[in-house]
């Protein structure tokens, strides 16, 4: 059973602080990492897609790096902003052509303080 | 910016009556997927098409279960005879050409509630 681990589960942390999460997940036949940021009530926001080993991809103050060899990516917020609370999910896909199925952790549900 | 939308928001229904979601995908992508989230729970693959079938689908996904794109626009997902263990937010989604490296972009849900 593949099996896509989020830590922590909830993060609760002051405006200004930077922070970083973890997603872990098998690391034989990887072929693609997703990175999403969901808001209550609205769609997940798609932030990254990562392929290749030490991957790192920039969105404004988020950031991700990617370790295909051991299984797991790091998402990091730079200087955290009340806007940045949300649920944080990782995506892993392992099938390449054969399948596009995405498999969810449980998320990161990150609380900034103002 | 162009977005995936689905309709309902909520849905509520009793158990054992046909429910079918509804989704527009983004307009130029080819595949589309439906996932799940029991509350507490991982979301959770269901199904993805392409080409007009479906190209995987998941255990849950049984014979109660079916999709469909009747239009060129719309992409459907029907259960027939809802249980209580359906309750969950249903989400659709689209990705363009490039498959499994390819985004896939998520609507904002459907609310299933089955009495």
Not at chain 1, 16 to 36: I, M
Not at chain 2, 84 to 108: H, I, N, V
Request: net charge negative; proline share 4%.
């Amino acid at each position: 059973i593949l099996n896509v681990e989020q830590s922590p589960q909830s993060l609760h942390v002051q405006e200004g602080d930077s922070t970083n999460f973890t997603c872990s997940f098998p690391s034989s036949n990887f072929y693609a990492l997703h990175w999403y940021r969901w808001e209550t009530a609205k769609s997940p926001e798609a932030l990254f897609v990562m392929t290749l080993n030490g991957d790192e991809k920039k969105k404004g103050r988020i950031s991700a790096t990617l370790n295909t060899k051991e299984g797991y990516s790091y998402l990091y917020i730079k200087g955290s902003q009340p806007e940045d609370s949300a649920t944080y999910l990782c995506a892993f896909n392992r099938g390449g052509g054969a399948t596009n199925k995405l498999i969810f952790g449980t998320g990161t549900l990150l609380a900034v303080q103002p | 910016e162009p977005e995936v939308t689905q309709t309902p928001s909520h849905q509520v229904t009793q158990m054992g009556q046909e429910v079918i979601l509804r989704c527009v995908p983004i307009s130029n992508h080819l595949y589309f997927y439906w996932y799940r989230q029991i509350l507490g729970q991982k979301v959770e693959f269901l199904v993805s098409f392409y080409n007009n079938e479906i190209s995987e689908k998941s255990e849950i996904f049984d014979d109660q279960f079916s999709v469909e794109r009747p239009d060129g626009s719309n992409f459907t997902l029907k259960i027939r005879s809802t249980k209580l263990e359906d309750s969950a937010m249903y989400f659709c989604a689209s990705s363009g050409e490039r498959g499994w490296s390819d985004t896939q972009y998520f609507g904002p849900g459907t609310r299933l509630t089955v009495l």
